[in-house]
């Protein structure tokens, strides 16, 4: 049996780095926890700096393989005394198992080779809230989606609660991240994306629109939505018809029912 780095001091330097990058005060990685997740870090492409469990993993968790796979593919492992995990955990109730990544580039470029097999891009402005981010990274990847930009002033899709909410399709989905409106508005007039937007007051349904047209389909922050003037420079606003008892969606809800409309209309015939 291979013998494991361990730690047993709370004062350790290296739990003290993983607590700040938890917490969102290091830049350049990302904290991964949980099962699931490790396994789908280790089926995408992402690069895995560092990896911890807890006492328990290390002893019940061999028999299902993750442990060795880590090992096998060379990563590093250490083990934190069973007392001390919970400090650097992000959840309530710890499966023991932290990675710690490189944190993936920005992927504009990735997201223009996409568009060559994909008709669509989701723009997100000012979308605060981390669990309705992972949950849209998580419907892009099933929907087939070109990639996601997330503008300046949204949550970091990148957050342990985004990533958890997300389900791995964050290491996999290309993100461009911190986008300028109006330099997002050029980027998709260049590469002849129509400008569609989510707006309750839009005239026609998104069941109306042509969605085999290559698009780019923006959605507002959850609080505020888009602005009259950008709604302005928007080629063709949408609306989802609902009861007129409710006023709005959830916005990974409304993301969810556009983009798989559109993936009905481009299915293959």
């Given at each position: 049996m291979?013998?494991?780095t361990?730690?047993t001091?709370?004062?350790?330097e290296?739990?003290?780095?993983v607590?700040?990058?938890?917490?969102?005060?290091?830049?350049g990685?990302?904290?991964?926890e949980g099962?699931?997740?490790a396994?789908?870090?280790?089926r995408s492409d992402?690069?895995?700096?560092?990896?911890?469990?807890?006492?328990?993993?290390?002893?019940?968790?061999?028999?299902?393989?993750?442990?060795?796979?880590?090992?096998?593919?060379?990563?590093s492992i250490?083990?934190?005394?069973?007392?001390?995990f919970s400090?650097?955990?992000?959840t309530?109730n710890?499966?023991g198992?932290?990675l710690?990544?490189?944190?993936?580039?920005?992927?504009?470029?990735?997201?223009?080779?996409?568009?060559l097999i994909?008709?669509?891009?989701?723009?997100?402005?000012?979308?605060?809230d981390?669990?309705?981010?992972?949950g849209?990274m998580?419907?892009?990847?099933a929907?087939g989606v070109?990639?996601?930009?997330?503008?300046?002033?949204?949550?970091?899709?990148?957050?342990?609660?985004?990533?958890?909410?997300?389900?791995?399709?964050s290491f996999r989905v290309?993100?461009?991240?911190?986008?300028?409106?109006?330099?997002?508005l050029?980027?998709?007039?260049?590469?002849?994306?129509?400008?569609t937007?989510?707006?309750v007051n839009?005239?026609?349904s998104y069941?109306?629109?042509?969605?085999?047209?290559?698009?780019?389909?923006?959605?507002?922050?959850?609080a505020?939505?888009?602005?009259k003037d950008?709604?302005?420079k928007?080629?063709?606003?949408?609306?989802?018809?609902?009861?007129?008892?409710?006023?709005?969606?959830?916005?990974?809800?409304?993301?969810?029912i556009?983009?798989?409309?559109a993936?009905?209309?481009?299915?293959?015939?």
């Amino acid at each position: 049996m291979i013998e494991l780095t361990k730690i047993t001091s709370r004062d350790n330097e290296r739990l003290k780095s993983v607590r700040r990058l938890r917490d969102g005060k290091a830049d350049g990685m990302i904290f991964i926890e949980g099962v699931r997740l490790a396994e789908e870090a280790l089926r995408s492409d992402i690069c895995i700096e560092e990896c911890y469990i807890s006492a328990r993993f290390a002893e019940t968790e061999r028999k299902n393989n993750l442990v060795d796979a880590l090992l096998h593919r060379g990563y590093s492992i250490t083990e934190v005394a069973e007392n001390l995990f919970s400090s650097i955990s992000d959840t309530q109730n710890s499966q023991g198992i932290i990675l710690i990544a490189r944190r993936p580039d920005n992927s504009k470029a990735e997201i223009e080779t996409n568009l060559l097999i994909s008709r669509l891009v989701v723009f997100l402005h000012e979308a605060g809230d981390p669990s309705n981010l992972g949950g849209i990274m998580r419907t892009t990847e099933a929907a087939g989606v070109a990639g996601v930009v997330v503008s300046k002033g949204s949550a970091d899709v990148f957050s342990p609660k985004a990533i958890r909410a997300a389900m791995g399709s964050s290491f996999r989905v290309p993100v461009w991240k911190s986008a300028d409106f109006d330099e997002v508005l050029s980027w998709a007039e260049n590469l002849k994306l129509k400008t569609t937007a989510a707006d309750v007051n839009a005239e026609i349904s998104y069941l109306e629109a042509d969605w085999q047209t290559p698009r780019l389909l923006i959605f507002g922050s959850e609080a505020h939505g888009l602005s009259k003037d950008m709604l302005d420079k928007i080629s063709e606003p949408v609306r989802i018809p609902m009861a007129s008892e409710v006023e709005s969606l959830n916005l990974a809800i409304s993301c969810g029912i556009i983009l798989f409309e559109a993936k009905r209309q481009n299915r293959p015939l």
